[in-house]
């Protein structure tokens, strides 16, 4: 299933792609895209919201849940939770809006260094 | 010259030997190596038979160099030696681009892209009371998170030469385009404890940034040897690894300064 942009709203109910993995450190979440060989960085409020992506939860679940924890407006918490979905999305984290194109958030890729190619000498 | 006794050695689980009709290569190779060792109770998983002579260097039986001279021979042989143990330890170990030294029980992992200073600096280290781990690979074990040591010898380029005059090695065509210097004192298998990422800017003032665990790990995953192989297998080692490291930057504006950083940091 592929999901456009606009999709995201209070409705939506996201999951992370199955090429994704994720480890906690600290209070922040590492994901590696396993296809696309890159590590991304999620902070604080973005981790938390990743959390709670399972397909079944919708965003608008999920900004009640932050808006009862941080004792902030629905609606503030709705926007913040949409804005860091997007973002999850322009990276390709989420199922059904991972492309062939390269993503469009700046990324941090890992590269094995080619022992194969070239000894080491350093 | 005679030929030289065959010496069987250890690294990173596998045993290695070299031999060859170049006689006076084969024992430079040899003193070269002297830091790895051989347990003949060590059940190892794996061997590497390193040959060296008139017709070029061969590793298990395939040619990889066809013709080598004597000023980059001990550069090509540690190469490949260490390009056959990362292949082979990838299994067993998270494996790093990355210098590494001991202190006060802890180690100090240095990782960085090739070009970064990590042997130069991991020889100043070694000249302020370190003991070493390696100035190429970090090798670390993923349940107990000791680093292993893989002892090759600090391989230094001509930039390098004037900063650690003192370890030149004798007068030798061997060693005329990289120094191959075996350290003073290698370490036990230690647990990591410090991981720093250097990066080499010539005149600027050396500085020490801490960096948050999630940094330690993109870092890490980004100098790793076997992350890409099976990112899902070592994410959370990783994770793991810098949930209990400190982690820093680390800019190099010169090595005295650089050195004097890392010991205050591991003091």
Partial sequence: ?????????????????????????????????????????????????????????????????????????????LSDVIGAVRSMADQQLLDGFKTASE???????????RYSEVPPNN | MSAPTVRRRRALGCTFTVTGDDHVAVERANEIFSAFRFDPDDNSRCHHHIVVGSSGVHRDHVTVDAAVRPPV????????????????????????????????????????????????????????????????????????????????????????????????????????TQWQVLPPRIAPPSPVRWIVFPTYAEGEPTELVPIRASEVVAGLARN?????????????????IAKRCAGYRLRVG???????????LTS
């Fill in chain 1, 1 to 77: 299933v592929s999901h456009a942009h606009n999709s995201i709203a209070a409705s939506f109910a996201p999951r992370p792609h199955r090429d994704v993995v994720a480890a906690e450190v600290d209070d922040e979440v590492v994901l590696y895209d396993t296809v696309a060989a890159a590590i991304h960085i999620l902070n604080s409020s973005a981790s938390a919201v990743w959390f709670m992506l399972d397909g079944t939860a919708t965003l608008g679940d999920i900004a009640t849940d932050v808006a009862d924890v941080c004792g902030i407006p629905y609606d503030a918490a």
């Fill in chain 1, 103 to 113: 993503p469009t958030r700046a990324r941090d890729d890992v590269t094995t260094p």
């Fill in chain 2, 73 to 176: 021979l001990l550069t090509q042989v540690v190469g490949h030696l260490t390009q056959a143990v990362v292949a082979d330890a990838g299994n067993r170990y998270a494996l790093f681009h990355a210098a590494a030294a001991e202190r006060s029980g802890g180690a100090l992992v240095l990782p960085a892209p090739s070009e970064s200073g990590k042997t130069t600096l991991v020889a100043g280290l070694v000249d302020a009371g370190f003991a070493y781990l390696s100035d190429e690979v970090a090798a670390i074990e993923p349940r107990s998170r000791l680093v292993m040591p893989y002892p090759k010898p600090l391989s230094i380029d001509p930039g390098s030469w004037n900063v650690l005059a003192h370890m030149a090695p004798d007068d030798d065509e061997y060693h005329a």
């Fill in chain 2, 224 to 240: 790793s040897f076997n992350f890409t192989r099976n990112g899902s297998r070592w994410l959370p080692v990783l994770a793991g």
């Fill in chain 2, 254 to 264: 010169d090595l005295n300064s650089a050195v004097d950083a890392l010991v205050d």
